[in-house]
């Protein structure tokens, strides 16, 4: 399937990505308001190279070198040295779906008609990410002012025929890409490099990439938080909908509603309604706080994003309208640098909440359950280490929860006085996101293998569905084998979505 998506500058959402994030099909088009203003905008720039007006980016030097004026013939040699000389990025590549992402983002900022760039080459740009042609981005290199300047840089140089693409999934030189596509290079006229390196569309790709994930997994940790209550025979008292209107978040709401349809007929918490339990632990009771928390978390990254997908994020800014020309600072990565530290702080909580319930389920002197959840413990380790496994992952994503947002670091000879470290707060996100799907998989695994001790009751109507699907993937332990293959199996129930899939058929939308 094909979808078709139409930028406009102004209108793109986070559905509409999705299918560019999932690497799926994607055929982008223009529309003709768009094109519009991209001609209003270009007309602008070609008026001030015509006067030879000193205008920052169109025919003066860059950053520091902001007052050195630029010969009318060597305003197309300003471009290209520009996009060459910023292709500083290290690290290990980008994966293509996040430089695809970052391409649609970076296509929707210019077409809104602020940055003077030529409507041949929006043409272009559709092309390249028509035909598949995706360039090689390195990670590293960005602090997320002036942009994303030098992973942009290398987006741009590859369709100069400059360092490595991807085209139709195949890696090769940009140079080699070109040709097999049988088009000629990018030249680039005044004030266009500026243009495709002056934005924060990199940061974007990968935390756009994160946000979905996370959307996903806020519903997954509700279905495997409602396995693990049934299979420690815990109580859905915590999840009534009065107490959450005590409470009085939404997503503490969100949370006890979801859990509630999944415990819905529970046969498991029906027999032992009248136990002289007075108390669950707190990572099963306050669920809801915590799950809820990081839900109320979430929805504020996404009301940031909204936004932020069609801001404009050039330098300098053209405003046909008046015929202005004005230098600001849209470029700065910082509302995409707070909140990626906000989104990967509340991931670090439901990591840290889910390990504690594994811990509940093999440790059989709070269980009641065989140790480590093996019927023969002492010959057989159980769950043991995968229990170790999720403490060491919950642990890592204490370092990497150190904000990015409030370091700085001056560049470009103190022009560039404070950044945002935008780039690397969606790095972080994306890897503690890494690490607590994990998490979730571990206990997804623990709880499913725990109720194997309590199968004569039927479980709730969610927690049953994903108790059968854990079946579909991975056996019950009935004595020690190869762990590392199950715990991936669990991982890719969560993260391809099939666990939430197949839980929503029985019990209806959940809420993230």
Same mark, same amino acid.
């Given at each position: 399937?094909?979808?078709?998506?139409? &930028?406009?500058?102004?209108?793109?959402?986070?559905?509409?990505?999705?299918?560019?994030?999932?690497?799926?099909?994607?055929?982008?088009?223009?529309?003709?308001?768009?094109?519009?203003?991209?001609?209003? +905008?270009?007309?602008?720039?070609?008026?001030?190279?015509?006067?030879?007006?000193?205008?920052?980016?169109?025919?003066?030097?860059?950053?520091?070198?902001?007052?050195?004026?630029?010969? /009318?013939?060597?305003?197309?040699?300003?471009?290209?040295? !520009?996009?060459?000389?910023?292709?500083?990025?290290?690290?290990?590549?980008?994966?293509?779906? =996040?430089?695809?992402?970052?391409?649609?983002?970076?296509?929707?900022?210019?077409?809104?008609?602020?940055?003077?760039?030529?409507?041949?080459?929006?043409?272009?740009?559709?092309?390249?990410?028509?035909?598949?042609?995706?360039?090689?981005?390195?990670?590293?290199?960005?602090?997320?002012?002036?942009?994303?300047?030098?992973? !942009?840089?290398?987006?741009?140089?590859?369709?100069?025929?400059?360092?490595?693409?991807?085209?139709?999934?195949?890696?090769?030189?940009?140079?080699?890409?070109? =040709?097999?596509?049988?088009?000629?290079?990018?030249? &680039?006229?005044?004030?266009?490099? !500026?243009?495709?390196?002056?934005?924060?569309?990199?940061?974007?790709?990968?935390?756009?990439?994160?946000?979905?994930?996370?959307?996903?997994?806020?519903?997954?940790?509700?279905?495997?938080?409602?396995?693990?209550?049934?299979?420690?025979?815990?109580?859905?008292?915590?999840?009534?909908? /009065?107490?959450?209107?005590?409470?009085?978040?939404?997503?503490?709401?969100?949370?006890?509603?979801?859990?509630?349809?999944?415990? +819905?007929?529970?046969?498991?918490?029906?027999?032992?309604?009248?136990?002289?339990?007075?108390?669950? $632990?707190?990572?099963? /009771?306050?669920?809801?706080?915590?799950?809820?928390?990081?839900?109320?978390?979430?929805?504020?990254?996404?009301?940031?994003?909204?936004? =932020?997908?069609?801001?404009?994020?050039?330098?300098?800014? &053209?405003? $046909?309208?008046?015929?202005?020309?004005?230098?600001?600072?849209?470029?700065?990565? +910082?509302?995409?640098?707070?909140?990626?530290?906000?989104?990967?702080?509340?991931?670090?909580?439901?990591?840290?909440?889910?390990?504690?319930?594994?811990?509940?389920?093999?440790?059989?002197?709070?269980?009641?359950?065989? +140790?480590?959840?093996?019927?023969?413990?002492? !010959?057989?380790?159980?769950?043991?280490?995968?229990?170790?496994?999720?403490?060491?992952?919950?642990?890592?994503?204490?370092?990497?929860?150190?904000?990015?947002?409030?370091?700085?670091?001056?560049?470009?000879?103190?022009?560039?006085?404070?950044?945002?470290?935008?780039?690397?707060?969606?790095?972080?996100?994306?890897?503690?996101?890494?690490?607590?799907?994990?998490?979730?998989?571990? =206990?997804?695994?623990?709880?499913?293998?725990?109720?194997?001790?309590?199968?004569?009751?039927?479980?709730?109507?969610?927690?049953?569905?994903?108790?059968?699907?854990?079946?579909?993937?991975?056996? $019950?332990?009935?004595?020690?084998?190869? &762990?590392?293959?199950?715990?991936?199996?669990?991982?890719?129930?969560?993260?391809?979505?099939?666990?939430?899939?197949?839980?929503?058929?029985?019990?209806?939308?959940?809420?993230?």
């Amino acid at each position: 399937m094909t979808h078709k998506l139409s &930028l406009d500058g102004r209108s793109l959402n986070l559905p509409d990505l999705a299918p560019v994030i999932r690497g799926e099909t994607v055929e982008l088009s223009v529309t003709e308001a768009a094109r519009d203003a991209v001609r209003a +905008a270009r007309n602008l720039v070609d008026q001030h190279v015509e006067s030879g007006n000193a205008v920052y980016g169109l025919t003066t030097g860059f950053g520091k070198l902001k007052n050195v004026a630029i010969e /009318r013939g060597d305003l197309a040699q300003l471009q290209e040295n !520009l996009i060459v000389s910023h292709c500083c990025g290290v690290g290990d590549d980008m994966p293509v779906n =996040e430089v695809r992402t970052a391409q649609v983002l970076r296509l929707n900022g210019l077409v809104r008609g602020n940055s003077g760039i030529r409507v041949e080459l929006v043409d272009r740009l559709l092309e390249f990410f028509n035909r598949g042609f995706v360039p090689r981005v390195p990670q590293q290199g960005s602090v997320g002012a002036s942009g994303d300047l030098a992973p !942009l840089a290398h987006m741009t140089a590859s369709y100069m025929g400059h360092g490595g693409a991807t085209l139709e999934g195949q890696a090769m030189t940009a140079r080699e890409a070109l =040709e097999k596509m049988g088009v000629p290079p990018v030249e &680039l006229a005044a004030k266009e490099g !500026l243009a495709l390196i002056n934005g924060t569309e990199i940061s974007k790709g990968v935390s756009l990439g994160v946000i979905l994930r996370a959307a996903n997994l806020s519903r997954a940790a509700d279905i495997i938080v409602a396995l693990s209550i049934e299979a420690l025979k815990g109580s859905r008292l915590p999840f009534q909908q /009065r107490l959450a209107e005590l409470k009085g978040h939404p997503g503490h709401f969100r949370t006890a509603s979801n859990v509630t349809a999944l415990l +819905a007929n529970s046969g498991v918490i029906e027999s032992h309604a009248g136990c002289d339990r007075v108390q669950d $632990p707190y990572s099963l /009771r306050c669920a809801p706080q915590v799950h809820g928390a990081y839900k109320s978390a979430l929805a504020h990254v996404c009301e940031i994003f909204s936004t =932020e997908i069609n801001g404009v994020t050039d330098n300098p800014v &053209l405003f $046909p309208d008046t015929g202005d020309v004005v230098s600001a600072g849209l470029f700065h990565g +910082a509302p995409v640098s707070m909140v990626m530290d906000y989104l990967g702080l509340a991931m670090c909580s439901i990591a840290n909440i889910s390990e504690r319930r594994t811990e509940q389920l093999v440790n059989p002197d709070l269980s009641g359950m065989p +140790a480590f959840l093996t019927n023969r413990p002492g !010959l057989n380790s159980g769950m043991m280490i995968a229990q170790v496994a999720a403490a060491a992952l919950a642990s890592e994503n204490k370092v990497y929860a150190h904000p990015a947002s409030v370091d700085t670091i001056p560049t470009s000879a103190n022009q560039e006085d404070h950044v945002p470290m935008a780039a690397t707060a969606a790095r972080k996100a994306r890897t503690i996101c890494d690490n607590t799907e994990r998490v979730l998989a571990i =206990e997804y695994l623990c709880a499913a293998q725990a109720r194997e001790f309590n199968l004569d009751a039927r479980g709730g109507d969610g927690a049953e569905a994903a108790h059968k699907l854990m079946r579909t993937r991975v056996e $019950p332990l009935e004595e020690d084998r190869y &762990l590392a293959d199950d715990i991936e199996a669990a991982r890719q129930l969560i993260v391809s979505g099939d666990l939430v899939r197949a839980v929503e058929e029985v019990v209806g939308p959940l809420e993230s």
